[in-house]
């Protein structure tokens, strides 16, 4: 049984769970932290009434039994509303007898990775195996008692933090986690490989170089079969073609048919100068090149283009949209700054689609003012509890079933941009 640990191992996990044809579950666990020092782990908790305790830890700190309830009191509320939201109706799989391999995106300090080997013990476990891509180098000292077997890729030096060895460290969201639940509860076999027999493979699926004057800017094409139009998107400050997010929507709107760009605005150089980040003219104009090119490719040419943005994304977004000749079928806004877009706002003709989080306030008054000084077709959507970044469950999922909506709703009779 492959168990990620949420929220960042589950996406490892489930590449495993792939790989081995096995099937794959989320191990809640959550640290019982000393009363007065939180940090220090005086045991973990885990579903189902399991609970590891460091009789030498509480007995040092003369936690009280009182103390102790009130912290797993605490916990076990935050890990019941965690295992809820991750696996809904389905209920934790029975692990009696059988190979626990619980899967992290890697190790620091180890201390979740540790209090889920317990947990998995005891929860009936036969065989704890501890897998994780990357490590410190004194990971098997650290993990010995722990786990019955270590399966580690890499134990660099130095090691300053997981983070250090992933080209995008962005969090994992619980969407994304739900999403890779779901399709491993399907039971699906692996994706077939070239001239298997199975489902039909994507048109195309690949990382794409895109010239933008003397750069090169990278980007991944997916375009499913059949499929109804291109959705180009413009990531936010700070973000690029790896967000979490924007590929969790690219997922949703690729289900529903439509292809997807995902690039990066900036090269690793320009992002060194911040003012590039917030340079909406020059996001623009990336943005408009890489529509070109998506344009002149085989298996997208004279299809529809929308376009989708996030935070200053969006402004870019609605700025390439302003050009009398940019043929934009639809744009979305996901937790966008449309208001940056200025003065432009009014020669937008695609229809525009505003999702903002319903307790994102500050953004929400300046979609409001965006959408009254739009000209074309637009509406303005509230997630209710959502904050900028979508990070509550089930908000995420809302945004980009508005998204697929809204684009496949324009993408549907459409010009050819081409004028055919």
């Known amino acids: 049984m492959v168990l990620g640990l949420p929220r960042g191992g589950v996406p490892v996990a489930y590449e495993v769970a792939v790989a081995l044809g096995a099937p794959l579950d989320v191990i809640v666990v959550r640290k019982l932290g000393l009363p007065f020092q939180p940090e220090l782990a005086m045991g973990a908790i885990g579903e189902d009434g399991a609970r590891v305790l460091n009789r030498d830890v509480m007995e040092s700190a003369r936690v009280t039994p009182t103390e102790l309830a009130a912290v797993e009191a605490r916990e076990r509320a ?5 295992a809820r939201a991750f696996r809904g109706a389905r ?6 007898g059988r190979t626990a391999l619980i899967v992290d995106d890697g190790i620091a300090t180890g201390s979740t990775a540790r209090a889920a080997c317990h947990v998995a013990r005891a929860h009936g476990a036969a065989k704890v195996v501890l897998a994780a891509p990357v490590a410190p180098d004194d990971v098997a000292r650290r993990f010995a008692g722990d786990a019955d077997e270590l399966v ?7 090691f300053y933090g997981v983070g250090q060895f992933y080209a995008d460290f962005s969090q994992t969201s619980d969407e994304e986690v739900i999403a890779l639940l779901t399709a491993a509860g399907r039971a699906q076999p692996p994706a077939p490989r070239a001239g298997a027999v199975g489902d039909d493979p994507p048109l195309r699926s690949e990382d794409v170089a ?25 990531h936010g400050s700070g973000s690029s073609r790896h967000s979490s ?16 760009l995902l690039f990066d605005l900036l090269t690793s150089r320009e992002e060194l100068d911040r003012a590039n980040v917030f340079d909406v003219e020059l996001l623009a104009d990336r943005l408009a090149e890489a529509t070109r090119w998506a344009r002149a490719q085989p298996e997208v040419a004279g299809l529809p283009v929308g376009y989708f943005g996030a935070s200053t994304g969006a402004a870019a977004a609605l700025r390439a949209a302003a050009e009398p000749d940019a043929a934009i079928a639809a744009v979305v806004s996901r937790g966008g700054r449309p208001d940056l877009a200025g003065a432009h706002l009014g020669s937008v003709a695609a229809p525009t689609l505003l999702i903002v989080g319903g307790d994102d306030t500050a953004v929400l008054g300046l979609n409001r003012e965006a959408q009254r000084r739009l000209r074309c077709e637009s509406d303005l959507s509230i997630v209710p509890g959502a904050t900028h970044l979508f990070e509550e469950p089930g908000t995420l999922t809302r945004a980009a079933t508005l ?11 459409a010009p050819d941009p081409r004028g055919a």
Request: aromatic content about 8%; charged content about 20%; hydrophobic content about 45%.
């Open 403 to 413: 998204a697929a909506d809204w684009f496949t709703r324009h993408f549907t009779g």
């Open 152 to 158: 580690v890729y890499a134990t660099p030096a130095p």
């Open 91 to 96: 209920a934790r799989v029975d692990l009696t």
């Open 78 to 82: 935050e890990l019941e509303r965690r």
């Open 210 to 234: 895109i010239p933008a004057g003397r750069v090169m800017l990278a980007g991944h094409l997916h375009v499913p079969e059949e499929p109804k139009g291109l959705v180009v998107f413009a």
């Open 245 to 260: 997010r924007n590929r969790y929507v690219a997922s949703v709107l690729n289900e529903a048919g439509v292809a997807t």
